[in-house]
């Protein structure tokens, strides 16, 4: 559960239910009525919170306060149990516990079930009136998070305002349009055109960023002379480009474009998940480094690039994770580090999208009927394309020399995402109704 309020400091203050923040794609989302396990967590006072905790907080929970916080040493590290209250579209109030680590960041699926696991002991003791914290305001984290990007070894503050860019932004009447145009301003950007930027919360168009959403800014465009759009969504992890023509940049490369200046400067891996653009994976390749791909979900992507040792990942959502700065998806940080790209580059917005390996994506799915066993389904396909290069960490993903397709089970529906990719849209879009003809002659 993510809220999208307006105020950036978060407010210190008990609730019982424990909830797993479900990042983006099919990580562990896990909501019981709990208390806290005395053996295993210890209450402290929320100004003894870690600032990654909190500044993880003030993004994924803007206006929640905190009633409580515990904290549980294990080999791994510090767990860090919070519970906020985040005020719901009825003005209702819901207690939430999130679980992070020291640095800020979810817990993944292995530490999630073992939390489980504990919990399950039911050795509980509720917490008296005398612990349960202190409302402490702070209202310096917007600031901070520019200063920290604004940091950075790979962004030039001096590049960009030598460009002179003239910048449109559509901020979804979120969060965004607080802290967007603070960060342009700081980068040196004079001329902003906004759409979009009153941060009340309720959105002017579906805050989605993609294609058929994005009408307004791609008008904008040509009518303001701009240089470059950014679109994000209403909690700024995720990042649109538009081109000075109006064009699309396209969402997954935005991820391939920083990717390429970051690898430009200090080589390394890459990761993003199966079902995003192999533009990565070429550009990464060009660089004479790693790509590694890993199952969809930001908290999956982080690990391969824990594990990996990645300089740059994320999803082609328009999710950019920077490790230099941290790990989760920030858009602040793809702004600034695409704006030095494009000020060194000295090309316009739709000339470096054009110096990309060209993919096109195509997204459709197949609905099956409850009694059909999908797991068997997959397994039929694998079996069928074992010739090829097969991934099943996520689903089925076949990798062809010159195109993929990706199938996914719904956890929900009977149905399978079916992601595909070619250097066309029309050669995707075939290649996926081949998959969905298979599939579908599998289950008579």
């Known amino acids: 559960m993510k809220k999208v309020l307006v105020a950036l400091a978060m407010i210190m203050g008990l609730g019982t239910s424990v909830a797993f923040a479900s990042v983006s794609g099919d990580t562990l989302a896990v909501e019981q009525t709990l208390q806290t396990p005395q053996d295993e967590f210890t209450q402290i006072a929320a100004k003894e919170l870690p600032a990654a905790v909190i500044n993880a907080l003030a993004k994924d929970y803007e206006g929640a306060s905190i009633k409580e916080a515990f904290v549980s040493e294990r080999e791994t590290g510090k767990v860090y149990k919070v519970i906020v209250t985040v005020i719901k579209e009825d003005q209702s109030t819901e207690d939430v516990t999130v679980l992070l680590n020291e640095k800020g960041e979810f817990l993944n699926a292995a530490e999630g079930a073992e939390v489980l696991r504990i919990a399950a002991a039911e050795d509980f003791e509720f917490a008296d009136v005398d612990h349960l914290g202190k409302v402490i ?12 990007v604004l940091n950075l070894d790979l962004v030039d503050v001096e590049a960009i305002k030598a460009a002179n860019f003239r910048v449109a932004i559509d901020c979804v009447n979120s969060v965004g349009g607080i802290v967007i145009p603070d960060l342009l301003y700081a980068l040196g950007v004079k001329e902003i ?16 960023p993609i294609p058929e959403n994005l009408t307004e800014i791609s008008d904008l465009m040509g009518h303001a002379k701009a240089d470059v759009g ?51 994976r070429n550009v990464t390749r060009a660089h004479g480094c790693e790509y590694n791909a890993a199952a969809v979900g930001e908290v999956n992507v982080v690990t391969k690039m824990k594990a990996t ?87 089925v993903k076949i990798d062809f ?34 998959l969905i003809q298979i599939i579908n002659e599998m289950c008579k």
């Not at 990645?310 to 999710?319: D, L, M, P, R, S």
């Not at 000339?351 to 799915?365: C, H, M, T, V």
């Not at 719904?410 to 066309?424: C, D, F, G, K, V």
């Open 137 to 148: 305001p702070n209202a310096t984290y917007k600031q901070k998070h520019i200063e920290s």
């Open 193 to 208: 055109f906004k759409l979009h930027c009153a941060p009340h919360g309720n959105f002017s168009h579906n805050p989605e």
């Open 401 to 434: 020399p010159d195109k993929w397709v990706h199938l996914r089970k719904s956890n929900t529906e009977p149905i399978i995402r079916i992601y595909s990719e070619a250097h066309t849209m029309e050669e995707a879009e075939e290649l996926g109704g081949q």
């Open 309 to 395: 040792n990645a300089v740059i990942g994320g999803e082609g959502n328009g999710g950019v994770i920077y490790p230099a700065s941290h790990y989760g998806r920030d858009a602040l940080v793809g702004i600034a580090l695409f704006l030095t790209h494009l000020a060194k580059k000295k090309m316009k917005t739709s000339e470096l999208k054009a110096s990309y390996p060209p993919y096109f994506i195509s997204k459709q799915k197949v609905q099956l009927t409850p009694e059909i066993d999908v797991d068997a389904i997959l397994a039929k396909v694998k079996e069928k394309f074992s010739q090829y290069d097969i991934t099943d960490i996520d689903g």
């Open 230 to 280: 950014f679109v994000v969504d209403p909690d700024v992890d995720r990042l649109a480009i538009i081109c000075e023509n109006g064009e699309m940049f396209n969402e997954e490369y935005t991820l391939v474009a920083v990717s390429d200046y970051v690898l430009s400067h200090t080589p390394g891996n890459t990761v993003s998940n199966l079902s995003s653009s192999g533009a990565l």
